[in-house]
């Protein structure tokens, strides 16, 4: 298990004026403090953590958020801030001594600019929501992380989020023209706009992925694109994970960027076909579904074309879709992932190591060879074009050892990719669950800057503590 | 600049050099003007210091994956040699970065480390990203000397703060930029250009956005009236204004995507083939259209692409005239280097909602104005508190974004 620190005495002794002092803040209902109903915050994505907050507060607007933290800064109380908290990282894990700051309830979209290809959306905004908003119209908000029914912007932005598509279309950065920020201080602030790279430091970017150590987000401008024409995927089934890898390189190095290039391993395509009868074939090793974008015969072109590359790894099977149907089915299988695992083995730690593409084999190897030696099984699914890999690793939550187990792996997988030039992570963020790991990825100097660029941000460190960085024993 | 005895110019050949003279400067508290070729060097405010610390001497490309899609050189490799490598792959900068060489009346020729510091991006930006949306991996040297890194090279990344993008277009203000991983993507295989004669700013920028808001993946739009077209020799026999919307794919798909776009804008339309095209758009990304006299001052300007025009309308009357690129939302304007004309741009873009930036001027007029818009109090708190995180000495091209910075 990952320690968190020993809550602040003096600040769970204040808890009740905290309590009141909030409330002032915010409409009648935008405090919660009892304990049954702070149960519902007490966890993320990362459901093997669990902390009851301080309390809860719901503000409704920017305003009210820059009052919350102007109190919060006054009187040294620290802040989680909170979209649907679906981190799979622990980004949004409470503390006892920290209120939850949920930004749920700013969820309008306030401005459609259809000729200018953008549009403002408060935090809590669904990312669905966004392109279910503007689909009307045949334009759509390119970043797709698995969860997005459920996930916010605000929490898109702080984690950086990617998703399915990125191949193309880029990670919420490459996405973004504005936000409206929140500091510790409680000053509200503008970044960016509706125009294309402000001058002066890159202030968007820094904040992007910063897992809310550095302010809060209210107001977010992204890019809104326009949609192909039409999309069509493929499947190609190989004999083993060495040559579907060797596949996923040459169609690299064809010339042609696929808008989606995913790629599962023999447990992830049992798992999956068990779940939706998408047609995988059961005999393949690995798997390969590929998508293209265009007109009918633009994706027939490009089609033919890459099926000529998959050709020649000797493929067990190639199943080009004809229709939308088609492809729905081929996708199917991959958007069940998650649950279908969840079948299989009711707890697993959904991993986010990045390698280059080019150690795909070799990687998937040595992970086999580590979940024979531990004894627990993994299934792995992952974005194949851009090398980040979602090794899932089942366990039993009801035996703590097998929870330990599962960490070690984990952390022995994301050390792994670290080791073979890669990261620890390439979408989910480091929160709590890689805190302690960033000292295989950076030196002590480089991570000695990351804090003192926080700490220009958040003098006190106040904002979303103990995640991110790791623990110092002085703290 | 004055500083231009031998001793005062470092050019180390090693990172581990580049960091000693920095640390060095550090301890003494030393002011050092940071630059690669310095082709660049005109732009923004000017820098004193006593001594020029380059790049230039640390080059040569370290890692070329292409099948994985990622390049890494040295900071002072010639941004010419980048693309050439990449260009015999196949593959090429995906933000398209311009050659002001001829704008700043530089010879020599830019490196990579200033084309990321500076954040300069092309035509493409409008559609792929900035320079900034393909720096996967960073390494310079802080203020006090220390070697940091930060991103690597994978395409995906996001462990710890992101000083790619803090340290992209910092302008060597915040770090030495030693050492960059691009991501790349494979070359369209042909590229077409709509030309569309004719149209006024307004009906121009209403038909970049109609073609942007397509399916077709347009990855040009840009807006010349007629005296910037006469200076592009592909365009010069309109004899009018111009509005330019590129397309790279595949040949057939140029071909189809290009025609179909032609119906759907129902406007009087010519497209240009392969190899004109790519000379207009070389012409757009250098800023060869602008009607910049020699002596005259230079402006970028960014604002949602529908006031593009409007920005072109306001500053006319102070003698000031460019051209659009990126959909509407760049404009690029040139006129008289004075305080005025450079008050007048200024209030074009923030009537507009935008930014600007001076990028060519005399010194003087340099040092006097805010070359890119002051930052709101909060921001400027910030930006204090972020520099003094990484160059607490103040040694890094002192005042370059900023006067006292």
Redo the contacts between chains.
Sequence with gaps: MIRQPAPKADVLARRDLIVAGLARLLPRDGVIAEPVRLRAYETDGLAAYRQVPLAVVLPETTEQVAAVLRYCHQNGVRVVPRGAGTSLSGGALPMADAIVLGLMRMNRILDI??????ATVQAGVTNIGISNAVSGQ??FYAPDPSSQLACMIGGNVA??S?GAH??KY??T??NLLGLTIV?IEG?????G??????????????L???EG??AVVTEVIVRIL????GARAMLAAFRSNEVAGACV??I??????PVALEFMDRPAIHACEAFAHAGYPLDAEALLIIEVE??V??QD??LQRLSAVCQHFDPIGLKVSGSAEESAAIWKGRKGAFGAVGRISPDYLCMDG?????RLPDVLGRIAAMSDICGLKVANIF?A????LHPLIMFDANDPASLATAEHFGADILRLCVEV??????????GVE?REL?GT???D???E??R??????DPDWLLNPNK?FPLREAA | MLHRRATDLIEPVEEIEIAAAVGMAARRGSPLFICGNETKSAMLRPVQAARTLSTRAHVGITLYSPQELVISARAGTPLATIEAAVAEQGQHLIAEPPDLSTLFGSTASQTLGGVVATNLSGPRRIAWGAMRDHVLGIRAVNGVGDVIRSGGRVLKNVTGLDLCKLLTGSHGTLGVITEVTLKVLPAPEAVGTIVLPGLDAEAGVAALSAALGSPFGVSGAAWLPAEAAARVPDLAGFAAAVALVRIEEFAPSVAYRARKLCVDLGLAAEIVEDAASRAIWRAVRDAVPLPAAPDDAVWRVSVRPSAGPGVLRAVAAAGVRGFLDWGGGLVWLAGPADNATHDAVVAAAQAAGGTWTLLRAPEPLRAAVAVVPPEPAVLARITRRVKAALDPEGILNPGRLYAGL
């Design positions: 600019d259809y000729a200018d290809r953008c045949g334009f984690m950086n990617g990125c191949l880029g990670v950065a490459n500091t000053e509200i602030t503008h970044i706009g509706a125009h294309l790279d402000a001058a002066g430091y890159d202030w968007l970017g820094l992007t992925g910063s150590q550095l326009h949609g192909p024409e390189a040459a690299m190095a064809s010339g042609i960027i265009g007109c015969a633009e072109d490009l990045v390698i280059p593409t080019s974005h074009g851009d090398g980040n030039g890669g990261c620890l992570t390439g979408e989910h963020g480091v890689k960033m990825q950076f030196t100097i480089e991570i800057q990351q003192r660029i926080k700490s220009a941000f991110v």
